[in-house]
């Protein structure tokens, strides 16, 4: 996905508030994080989608009277056809900004085309180390004392679009990967929904010295930071 200087990742919207679409395979915290703070407010989740139909998630977002569908890679005859079906579910809803959310599925570039510089991740290490599955597991194995979230636009490639935010904890001593994902849980629910309000109000846009970074136009708005 092309980037240049002057661009802004403002999402174009239908009204006040910024609908977007969450996708989620789990437990879905970080969907309730968003639920819990831009939901009514910046932003507006008009739609959860999930590859998995006994995902948590899915409760959380009927619980808060939130459109859901699940769309199994398995119902499909390939990955591309299942693409297509939830792009245009999504673009029903007239969804302007896709939160992938513990989302573990890949999306092929004919959905990315569908929602260009629109999609974004949060992904549990400061990237670009340790990129795909495992991140956590990769760290330990790795021996680093630190560790980290990023949240980062969606690209062709594997965790390697274009950082919007990033955070990071030091934990020298933590050797099982449950307690670090447990320690990273509150920068996630902290960043993914501030990295919302930024797309909301149009306060991002890519950085003229290196397309891999965006700058935030203005301090960022860390209501809720853990």
Request: glycine share 10%; charged share 20%; proline share 8%.
């Amino acid at each position: 996905m092309p980037h240049d200087g002057a661009r802004s990742y403002r999402a174009p919207r239908v009204s006040d508030r910024l609908p977007i679409a969450v996708l989620v395979s789990g437990a879905g915290t970080n969907l309730q994080a968003l639920l819990d703070t831009v939901h009514g407010r910046e932003a507006e989740v008009v739609a959860v989608a999930s590859s998995v139909a006994a995902a948590p998630a899915l409760g959380r977002a009927a619980a808060s009277g939130v459109p859901t569908a699940v769309f199994a890679r398995a119902e499909y005859p390939g990955r591309s056809a299942r693409d297509e079906a939830l792009a245009d579910w999504l673009a029903e809803r007239r969804v302007r900004l896709v939160v992938l959310a513990g989302y573990m599925e890949l999306l092929g570039e004919p959905f990315l085309d569908r929602f260009p510089g629109a999609v974004i991740n949060v992904h549990p290490s400061l990237l670009p180390a340790f990129p795909g599955l495992a991140a956590v597991q990769q760290a330990l194995d790795y021996g680093v004392k630190v560790f980290g979230v990023t949240v980062h636009f969606v690209d062709a490639g594997v965790d390697s679009g274009p950082v919007i935010l990033q955070r990071a904890i030091e934990l020298p001593e933590v050797g099982d990967a449950g307690e670090v994902l447990a320690a990273l849980r509150p920068l996630e629910h902290a960043l993914l929904p501030e990295a919302v309000r930024l797309i909301a109000r149009g306060a991002l846009r890519a950085d003229s010295r290196n397309p891999r970074r965006t700058i935030v136009d203005g301090p960022a708005n860390q209501a809720g930071a853990g």
